[in-house]
């Protein structure tokens, strides 16, 4: 049998496990891809804490932001051909029949898998997708810069899609890391302006380089206050920050009529004021990466260099340092692993 490396969650509690497993077998319809690239989303540190309602398989191997080119694919295979450049998304697979998927919100399946957290990912020398799941990546963008794209970028893309906000319409994004700082840029892309929140000053400079209108830092001043006063509320705030507060916050940095884009997922409950939500008429919505379109439209953007992660590239041996470093807040951007 042959072997690849990978990192593997065994157990919760421990470090990820850099070790030899077997080459993925393909079942019907699957392609298998030799990793160039996988991005570190915090889904994958949710993962390997196991601190989510529904809990991954395990041992795992996460990702779900990888990139490199198809290997092999198995019988039934008709939209990827070796040597084709793909990456994995959150979305590994969806029944495609179910009221969801007839409806143009397959991300809404009972039935789906997830790329890094129900099957395994890519944070190994080789993945498998099935092929019809695949992200497809656009000539002209690198693999290194379209792997954030797959899941951060997508997530991003479509939270702001939903939100109801039009062009020159204000929207605030809590939380400048992984998913903010792409936010920020798609937002900008999208025709509205932007004010960015975030408890380090490191990430707000990050995302004034990347376009952010106004950016306020929350650990230092009331960011509602700020926002309020600034450009009076926001037409639509997203949420991508892991914590209760900054939903919170985001929530109150709406102006009437307004929405709440949730995407961030720590485990907590978010209190909603009934009086205000009534009599503002304000929307709280979740939103779940994208659609294999939503996918397609936002790998587009990239192409055409209307988005681009700030990235550094790393390792898969440092994949317990980078999580040490995500968990704390010191990673700008994104980190994306090469399989060296
Ligand atoms: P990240 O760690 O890269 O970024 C989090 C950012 O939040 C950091 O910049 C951090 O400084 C900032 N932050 C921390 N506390 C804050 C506070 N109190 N106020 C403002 N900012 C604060 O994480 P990421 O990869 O961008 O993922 C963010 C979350 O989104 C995770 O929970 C992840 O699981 C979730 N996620 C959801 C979807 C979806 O489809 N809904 C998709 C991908 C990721
Ligand atoms: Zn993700
Ligand atoms: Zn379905």
């Not at 019809?132 to 693999?143: A, E, Q, T």
Request: charged content about 25%; overall charge negative; proline content about 5%.
């Amino acid at each position: 049998m042959s072997m690849m490396k990978a990192a593997v969650v065994n157990e919760h509690s421990q470090d990820l496990e850099i070790k030899e497993v077997p080459i993925p077998e393909l079942a019907y319809g699957e392609v298998l891809v030799k990793t160039e690239v996988s991005g570190v989303c915090h889904t994958d540190l949710h993962a390997k804490i196991g601190d989510w309602p529904v809990k991954p398989k395990l041992p795992l191997i996460p990702g779900h932001e990888a990139v490199g080119k198809v290997v092999k694919v198995a019988d039934g295979v008709k939209s990827v051909k070796v040597g084709d450049r793909v990456g994995n998304a959150w979305l590994h697979y969806a029944c495609g029949e179910c009221e969801f998927c007839l409806t143009g919100r397959e991300t809404l399946c009972h039935h789906q898998e997830n790329s890094g957290y129900s099957v395994d990912g890519g944070f190994a020398e080789y993945f498998k997708v099935p092929a019809d799941y695949v992200g497809k990546i656009p000539d002209g963008l690198s693999s290194e810069d379209a792997a954030p794209i797959l899941c951060a970028g997508v997530t991003t893309y479509k939270a702001l899609k939903v939100s109801g906000a039009q062009p020159g319409d204000w929207v605030s994004v809590f939380g400048i890391g992984g998913l903010g700082h792409l936010a920020v840029q798609y937002a900008k892309a999208m025709g509205f302006n932007v004010v960015a929140v975030d408890v380090f000053d490191e990430k707000l400079e990050l995302a004034k380089k990347l376009g952010a209108d106004k950016v306020v830092n929350s650990s230092k001043g009331d960011p509602v206050t700020f926002i309020n006063d600034e450009v009076g509320g926001v037409q639509a705030a997203i949420s991508v920050a892991v914590a209760k507060k900054p939903f919170e916050q985001a929530y109150e940095s709406v102006k009437r009529g307004g929405t709440l884009v949730a995407v961030a997922l720590p485990n907590e409950d978010m209190p909603l004021p009934i009086f205000e939500t009534v009599l503002d008429g304000k929307t709280v919505m979740g939103s779940i990466v994208g659609t294999r379109k939503d996918l397609a439209v936002a790998l587009q953007f990239a192409a055409e260099g209307k988005v681009k992660a700030n990235i550094s590239i790393e390792p898969l041996d440092n994949v317990n340092d980078i999580f040490e470093r995500m968990e704390k807040g010191k990673i700008d951007g994104r980190i994306v692993m090469t399989m060296e």
